[in-house]
Nanobody, 125 residues
Framework: QVQVAESGGGSVQAGGSLTLSCTWL??????MAWFRQAPGKEREAVSC????????EYQESVKGRFIISRDNAKKTLYLQMNALEPEDTAIYYC????????????????????WGQGTQVAVSS
């Protein structure tokens, strides 16, 4: 059974950086994604990376600021977040896809069956 767990959240000032980590067991052959949910808002997709790390997708608002990566040997997914903005404040979740690739439906939370407990990111202005 696939399990995931996030870490690395915290508080940072606008313009700062944070790197989130997510360990999985076992999902080496699965695409992995990061989602986030701000208070009072729906969960939204942030980024997705396919099983071998070769291709990634990003939400438009984080392109050029966030970088998703994975180390299958360490069974760890990363989200490097740079130039953080107050609008990035949310609980960040990692999720394991049932497929190897980030298909066109990667933004749909319902397509993921395995979720972590989330890690809080707070960006102050």
């Amino acid at each position: 059974q696939v399990q995931v767990a996030e870490s690395g959240g915290g508080s940072v000032q606008a313009g700062g950086s944070l790197t989130l980590s997510c360990t999985w067991l076992p999902a080496d052959d699965k695409a992995m994604a990061w989602f986030r949910q701000a208070p009072g808002k729906e969960r939204e997709a942030v980024s997705c990376i396919n099983s071998n790390g070769g291709e990634a997708e990003y939400q438009e608002s984080v392109k050029g600021r966030f970088i998703i990566s994975r180390d299958n040997a360490k069974k760890t997914l990363y989200l490097q977040m740079n130039a953080l903005e107050p609008e990035d404040t949310a609980i960040y979740y990692c999720a394991a896809s049932p497929t190897k690739y980030c298909y066109s439906t990667w933004r749909t939370p319902g397509g993921y069956r395995v979720w972590g407990q989330g890690t809080q990111v707070a960006v102050s202005s």
